[in-house]
T-cell receptor, first 113, second 114 residues
Framework: AQSVTQPDIHITVSEGASLELRCNYS??????LFWYVQSPGQGLQLLLK??????LVQGIKGFEAEFKRSQSSFNLRKPSVHWSDAAEYFC???????????FGTGTRLQVFP | NAGVTQTPKFRVLKTGQSMTLLCAQD?????MYWYRQDPGMGLRLIHY???????AKGEVPDGYNVSRLKKQNFLLGLESAAPSQTSVYFC?????????????FGPGTRLTVT
């Protein structure tokens, strides 16, 4: 069965520092992979997605993620974090033959000035 | 486009009461989903629908029922609310045109059962 693991429950960074949020998936074939962001009291917004092709994908708000098949990972990165990036981030996976997404448990990002 | 909307935004119920949450989307999407979000557990799928008149169970369907009488609406019902159903509920929709598998989310409904 598909599963998504986000090993970090809570991450704290200083504004301007770089960020990497980890995501590992479990699926035999090539999955579709997504990163969503949820600001407090809001719904989920799609940051970026990977279906196929170039393994480095660019998203909104300056985020990028890299698909590494050998490590079953899809880590989210940002070179310089802004205070407004404080939110909860969810990784999710799906595939061409399923109607559903599997979500990780989320990583809460806190940004200090 | 309003995207995905949810009604109501907040609700407090007493144990045993019933209620219906409404989700509406104006993107002509085929698929619609109901999730619940609880601290430390991410999003868990309750029920979903692949088209008008069809529904299917997700990961945590017990205590909930759904209906999709119109393509744009997806209703989530709680027949006899329990404190364990205190949660934030999110609706999402997804279209299959151009093989776009991303889901679009509503703003959520915060439900408290006392």
């Amino acid at each position: 069965a598909q599963s998504v693991t986000q090993p970090d429950i809570h991450i704290t960074v200083s504004e301007g520092a770089s960020l990497e949020l980890r995501c590992n998936y479990s699926y035999g074939a090539t999955p579709y992979l997504f990163w969503y962001v949820q600001s407090p009291g809001q719904g989920l917004q799609l940051l970026l997605k990977y279906f196929s092709g170039d393994t480095l994908v660019q998203g909104i708000k300056g985020f990028e993620a890299e698909f590494k098949r050998s490590q079953s990972s899809f880590n989210l990165r940002k070179p310089s974090v802004h205070w407004s990036d404080a939110a909860e981030y969810f990784c999710a996976s799906g595939s061409y033959n399923t109607d559903k997404l599997i979500f990780g448990t989320g990583t809460r990002l806190q940004v200090f000035p | 486009n309003a995207g995905v909307t949810q009604t109501p935004k907040f609700r407090v119920l007493k144990t045993g009461q019933s209620m219906t949450l409404l989700c509406a989307q104006d993107m002509n999407h085929e698929y619609m989903y109901w999730y619940r979000q609880d601290p430390g557990m991410g999003l868990r799928l309750i029920h979903y629908s692949v088209g008008e008149g069809t529904t299917a169970k997700g990961e945590v369907p017990d205590g909930y029922n759904v209906s999709r009488l119109k393509k744009q609406n997806f209703l989530l019902g709680l027949e006899s609310a329990a404190p364990s159903q205190t949660s934030v509920y999110f609706c999402a929709s997804m279209g299959l045109r151009e093989k776009i598998y991303e889901q679009y989310f509503g703003p959520g409904t915060r439900l408290t059962v006392t």
